[in-house]
């Protein structure tokens, strides 16, 4: 019998091209729940009910190597806008698959793809990112030109900092959190990562109260500390939001966040 794809893709999903890891699977008190992505496929078995499931990816190439790139990338001369392109329809399908709907989610974000490249790229308010949507790694990269700053953190084009802040690791999870929200008075930021940056810490000192919902996972817990201290030494009012071990916040229902986020 396979198991059921809501209690592992999401964890398979977070992991880098050709990682595995071992997690909680229910209720049992061991990490016996097995969980790798490969190239072209995300898997779980779980060495207690001896049950597993694989879900093969609908937008890489079988047997493509996986390309190391650079963290900071030129801008890619074959970008083109992300609109009827059939890797942009099979892109849309898998996000939506990780609670991401780039029609209702996104809107005001203008975004490309490169197909050289194999990433998604996504406009923020402090520059343009982009997401692997292939066999590439690292999953997100900055974009970079001449007599410009690559983002070191991103926020939705539109907004400014507001007065409360939350603070995310990656640009998805600040932008599902901003739609469910829905409140001009907060801003969602994503801090790309568990670090607070120099620039993210000048631009939260606009704010009265920071929020900073990591990850639910070993990286969020390690990192959420040394942030918070850094804002707090900066005088700002800073909560910790309690995202769901195994979730990314953009995993998690609308309700939930609103209900995380009071």
């Not at 983002?151 to 959190?177: G, M, N, Q, W």
């Not at 120099?198 to 959420?224: C, I, M, S």
Request: aromatic share 8%; charged share 25%; glycine share 8%.
């Amino acid at each position: 019998m396979a198991l059921p794809e809501n209690e592992w893709l999401h964890k398979a999903q977070a992991l880098a091209i050709g990682q595995t890891s071992r997690t909680y699977h229910n209720e049992e008190n061991r990490a016996n729940l097995v969980i790798g992505n490969d190239i072209d496929r995300w898997w779980a078995y779980c060495h207690r009910c001896h049950e597993g499931g694989q879900v093969l990816k609908t937008h890489v190439l079988i047997g493509a190597e996986v390309q190391v790139q650079e963290r900071f990338m030129p801008w890619p001369e074959d970008a083109k806008p992300a609109t009827s392109d059939e890797l942009y329809r099979s892109v849309y399908r898998t996000l939506l698959g990780k609670g991401i709907d780039l029609g209702s989610m996104l809107p005001g974000v203008p975004m490309y793809i490169s197909r050289r490249q194999g990433r998604l790229i996504l406009a923020s308010a402090q520059g343009w990112l982009g997401r692997a949507i292939g066999a590439v790694q690292p999953k997100w990269c900055a974009y970079s030109n001449p007599g410009q700053r690559p983002a070191v953190f991103a926020h939705h084009p539109h907004d400014r900092v507001a007065k409360r802040c939350v603070v995310t690791e990656d640009y998805f999870s600040a932008l599902k959190i901003r739609w469910a929200l829905n409140d001009p008075e907060t801003t969602a930021i994503a801090a790309l990562g568990t670090r607070v940056h120099n620039r993210l810490a000048a631009a939260l000192l606009e704010a009265d109260e920071v929020l900073f919902a990591f990850d639910g996972d070993r990286a969020g817990a390690d990192g959420w500390p040394a942030a918070a201290r850094r804002l707090r030494g900066l005088g700002k009012s800073v909560r910790i939001c309690d995202v769901p071990q195994g979730l990314d916040p953009k995993d998690m229902q609308a309700h939930q966040l609103q209900e995380m986020l009071q």
